[in-house]
């Protein structure tokens, strides 16, 4: 992924005005979950639109049952649209899986708190629990067809097999989303004959997720926004250099961690006082217990909490990387 803005980032413009149309129609204005107003996120493998606080709720779920994408920072492509023009949006979804809601069961409100909201997401898209029976997907670890009438009611509903492997993913309490930005690498490490083809990864717990591969170049310029759910009790921000190889395991090429407090304190303070002008807020301690080059610099701005991170990469021979991370809490 790349640098994006409100503009929908790199999805071709065709793409984008389909995807705009979806939003148009009946249902799609407001949260499938919650029913919170405008969602700016979806789930593109389900087909619904939803808002801030429920997708750290899908996200929670995983990638294989909930892909979240921003409708406004990532990059679409054309099987993503077309799963989601294939569902229909919100209405028709939530007919599927909210088919057979039991009384007493009521869905999340926006004010609704992450426990109950993300018990809610997950007995309605992973364990299917509100589905008509026949329509739920019934595995023994492997992949099961659709029964046959499951077939003619979903047509070209796209469901993810692995949703009916019912995998039991700890409850876990998220506290905001981590924007981490890796814009480039400079003299990196090598790793094949002259040179390397790095990718990043970062992870918070057990989450993670990567850059693209720039082949051949030990200075690349990624310029690629990551996002990453924090939990409660959140550790670093852990980050690894590898250099992609085609026949074997991919190489190390250094690593990372990154303490997110001074950033997550910044921002609490700011979300207390209040909207801030353009400043500086907090810091980061260059140390010889941290990786950083220099001290790192916490600001706001335009309303945004943003730290510009700079780092020596450990255990390795050489290698730097700079980043920078925002802070996105759930009430935005």
């Not at 409850?171 to 090598?190: Q, R, S, Y």
């Not at 693209?212 to 690894?240: D, F, R, T």
């Not at 990372?256 to 407090?261: N, S």
């Not at 006082?273 to 140390?287: A, F, N, V, Y």
Request: include cysteine; hydrophobic fraction near 35%.
């Amino acid at each position: 992924m790349s640098i994006r803005q409100n503009n929908y980032g790199k999805t071709p413009p065709g793409n984008l005005k389909r995807l705009k149309e979806l939003l148009l129609k009946s249902g799609n204005h407001i949260c499938a979950d919650c029913g919170a107003p405008d969602p700016k996120w979806a789930s593109a493998n389900i087909g619904v639109f939803i808002c801030l606080k429920c997708s750290g709720a899908h996200r929670s779920l995983g990638s294989h049952i909930s892909k979240v994408l921003s409708m406004t920072l990532d990059d679409w492509s054309d099987d993503e649209i077309d799963s989601m023009i294939e569902v229909g949006g919100n209405s028709s979804a939530n007919a599927i899986y909210e088919a057979y809601l039991p009384t007493g069961i009521k869905k999340p409100s926006p004010e609704t708190s992450h426990d109950e909201r993300l018990s809610f997401i997950r007995s309605k898209y992973e364990l299917q629990e509100f589905l008509k029976p026949s329509l739920r997907i019934t595995t023994s670890g492997k992949s099961t067809p659709y029964s046959s009438e499951s077939q003619k009611s979903l047509g070209s509903f796209r469901v993810s097999n692995n949703i009916s492997q019912k995998k039991q993913v700890g409850m876990v309490e998220f506290i905001g989303l981590l924007k981490v930005k890796v814009i480039k690498g400079t003299n990196l490490a090598v790793r094949d004959i002259l040179t390397s083809d790095p990718y990043v990864v970062v992870a918070i717990g057990k989450q993670k997720a990567q850059t693209m591969v720039i082949n051949s170049n030990l200075n690349p310029v990624w310029n690629e926004e990551l996002m990453l759910s924090v939990p409660h009790n959140y550790g670093a921000l852990k980050l690894q250099v590898y250099d992609k190889d085609m026949f074997s395991a991919d190489d190390i090429m250094g690593e990372a961690e990154i303490d997110i407090q001074p950033l997550i304190t910044a921002a609490s303070v700011q979300e207390y006082t209040g909207m801030l002008p353009d400043m500086q807020i907090g810091k980061w301690l260059k140390s010889n217990d941290n990786a950083l080059i220099k001290d790192s610099i916490i600001n706001v701005v335009d309303g945004k909490v943003k730290q510009e991170v700079s780092l020596k990469l450990q255990n390795v021979e050489c290698g730097e990387l700079e980043l920078e991370l925002e802070w996105m809490p759930l009430q935005q």
